[in-house]
C-alpha cells in the first residue's frame, strides 16, 4: 500500500531531520500542535491557482487557516490593497475578524497568540506556508 501525503507529513512531522536550506527551515522540527496559515492571493471564484485549498485539504481545516474561504466585503476605512499592512484595525481580546474587516487585518490577526487556533494550542503561533 502506498502511503497517503498525509501519512507521510505525519511521518515528516517526526522527524527532526530537515532536508530546506537552513535559512528556509523552522528553527525546531515541526510538531502535531503546529497549525497553519496559507499564504496565498485571493483567487476570484476558486479557480486558477487552488493551492490554498489543496494545503488545507492535506493538514485539515481544523489546523489550517486559508483565506480563500472567506469573502471580505472591505467594509472599512481603508482601500484594502494590503498597504495598511493590517494596522487598519485592532482586535481586542476575544474579538473575532468577520467578513466587514479588511482582509489584510483579519490576515495578520491569524498569524497572531490571540487567533482561535492558537488559543487552542496555548498561543502558539502558525506556520505560514
Known amino acids: 500500500k502506498n502511503p497517503s501525503l498525509a501519512e507521510e507529513l505525519d511521518k515528516a512531522f517526526d522527524s527532526s531531520v530537515h532536508s530546506a536550506p537552513p535559512e528556509l527551515s523552522l528553527s525546531r522540527p515541526l510538531s502535531h500542535e503546529d497549525h497553519f496559515v496559507v499564504s496565498t492571493r485571493f483567487t476570484p471564484n476558486r479557480k486558477g491557482n487552488q493551492s490554498g485549498e489543496i494545503v488545507e485539504d492535506v493538514l485539515g481545516s481544523m489546523r489550517t487557516y486559508n483565506p480563500n474561504n472567506h469573502n471580505k466585503s472591505q467594509d472599512t476605512k481603508c482601500n484594502g490593497n494590503g498597504v495598511c499592512r493590517g494596522l487598519c484595525k485592532t482586535y481586542q481580546t476575544g474579538e473575532y475578524p468577520s467578513d466587514d474587516d479588511c482582509w489584510c487585518s483579519s490576515y495578520r490577526w ?15 503561533l502558525p506556520v505560514m506556508i
Do not use: E, I, N, P
Not at 491569524?110 to 502558539?124: D, E, F, Q, T, V
Open 110 to 124: 491569524h498569524l497572531g497568540c490571540h487567533s482561535s487556533r492558537a488559543a487552542l494550542r496555548g498561543k502558539r
